[in-house]
């Protein structure tokens, strides 16, 4: 079941286009008419739909910024626009701001603005989920390199507008490399998988996981208060990680080396924050691994 949300002033044309909509897929298609935009933006906050039927006319009216706001506050629903006339340029605008399709009210069918909806509710669902291949890792499903920095940003902006501090753990699987050798990489590939599974658990909703690359991972941790927090993070990790791995019915010897960093005691910049993290992970797998460091301190 479609269900679309019909934003139309003229109760002739609403009409028109809901007998469009039902006359085929009466069963697979709901329509919900409203005839003000205000009314349709509290519908869309109170209710759960799939695609917006809109006019124009409101859209010429309240003026393009409209769409952006839609699309801005409703996680880009598809928006199907119905147009008096062709006009290519205002559809070229409409489409650039936001919209699926351009439908022409005097001779489409209703076949016509059936598969344009249909259309555009398939068309955004495969943008949307390009989109969140080009920021998942793949193998692991966490946050890639790109979305985990875009986070990093905008979590450091705001603990420096508010004084506030943020956490970043670098881990890497000690024994790796010794046990994928042994086992083939689909084993390496299972490892990874349940290091996503693990730190995971160890992690709030408010706090992110990726994969950087290889067997390498990172946190980021908001609304810690110091060092002392981001300690009881790294035991948790560790408490996680040192249950057994098994692998083949066989249990293998992998652990976690830990680099703590906190922002704006360990640096002021992200890049800088990750090069105190990478250089504090490196000393906790110096001194044998399964332990975190914090730059320039001792393992614990």
């Given at each position: 079941m479609?269900?679309?949300?019909?934003?139309?002033?003229?109760?002739?044309?609403?009409?028109?286009?809901?007998?469009?909509?039902?006359?085929?897929?009466?069963?697979?298609?709901?329509?919900?008419?409203?005839?003000?935009?205000?009314?349709?933006?509290?519908?869309?906050?109170?209710?759960?739909?799939?695609?917006?039927?809109?006019?124009?006319?409101?859209?010429?009216?309240?003026?393009?910024d409209?769409?952006?706001?839609?699309?801005?506050?409703?996680?880009?629903?598809?928006?199907?626009?119905?147009?008096?006339?062709?006009?290519?340029?205002?559809?070229?605008?409409?489409?650039?701001?936001?919209?699926?399709?351009?439908?022409?009210?005097?001779?489409?069918?209703?076949?016509?603005?059936i598969?344009?909806?249909?259309?555009?509710?398939?068309?955004k669902?495969?943008?949307?989920?390009?989109?969140?291949?080009?920021?998942?890792?793949?193998?692991?499903?966490?946050?890639?390199?790109?979305?985990?920095?875009?986070?990093?940003?905008?979590?450091v902006?705001m603990?420096?507008?508010?004084?506030?501090?943020?956490?970043?753990?670098?881990?890497?699987?000690?024994?790796?490399?010794?046990?994928?050798?042994?086992f083939?990489?689909?084993?390496?590939?299972?490892?990874?998988?349940?290091?996503?599974?693990r730190?995971?658990?160890?992690?709030?909703?408010?706090?992110?996981?990726?994969?950087?690359?290889g067997?390498?991972?990172?946190?980021?941790?908001?609304?810690?208060?110091?060092?002392?927090?981001?300690?009881i993070?790294?035991?948790?990790?560790?408490?996680?990680?040192?249950?057994?791995w098994?692998?083949?019915?066989?249990e293998?010897?992998v652990?976690?080396?830990?680099?703590?960093?906190?922002?704006?005691?360990?640096?002021?910049?992200?890049?800088?924050?990750?090069?105190?993290?990478?250089?504090?992970?490196?000393?906790?797998r110096?001194?044998?691994?399964?332990?975190?460091?914090?730059?320039?301190?001792?393992?614990a």
């Amino acid at each position: 079941m479609i269900r679309v949300l019909l934003v139309e002033d003229n109760p002739g044309d609403a009409k028109r286009a809901i007998e469009m909509l039902r006359e085929k897929e009466k069963d697979e298609i709901e329509v919900i008419h409203v005839e003000r935009l205000s009314s349709a933006l509290r519908r869309l906050n109170q209710e759960s739909f799939d695609a917006i039927v809109m006019d124009r006319t409101l859209v010429d009216t309240h003026g393009l910024d409209m769409l952006d706001l839609i699309q801005a506050a409703l996680c880009r629903l598809p928006i199907v626009v119905l147009g008096e006339k062709d006009d290519e340029a205002a559809d070229r605008q409409m489409i650039q701001h936001g919209a699926q399709e351009v439908v022409i009210k005097d001779g489409s069918t209703a076949g016509q603005l059936i598969r344009a909806v249909r259309h555009a509710v398939e068309r955004k669902k495969a943008e949307q989920n390009l989109s969140y291949l080009a920021q998942q890792d793949p193998l692991t499903t966490l946050a890639n390199r790109v979305l985990f920095r875009d986070r990093m940003v905008h979590a450091v902006a705001m603990a420096k507008r508010k004084k506030q501090v943020v956490g970043l753990v670098l881990c890497g699987l000690d024994y790796f490399k010794e046990t994928t050798w042994e086992f083939g990489k689909e084993a390496g590939d299972l490892l990874l998988k349940e290091t996503a599974d693990r730190l995971k658990k160890c992690l709030r909703e408010v706090d992110t996981a990726a994969r950087l690359a290889g067997d390498e991972f990172t946190c980021l941790i908001e609304g810690v208060n110091s060092r002392s927090d981001m300690e009881i993070v790294g035991s948790r990790i560790l408490k996680v990680f040192a249950q057994p791995w098994v692998i083949e019915k066989k249990e293998v010897p992998v652990t976690v080396s830990l680099g703590l960093a906190v922002y704006p005691i360990d640096s002021q910049e992200i890049d800088g924050l990750f090069t105190s993290a990478k250089a504090a992970m490196e000393c906790a797998r110096e001194a044998g691994g399964n332990r975190y460091c914090f730059p320039l301190l001792q393992a614990a």
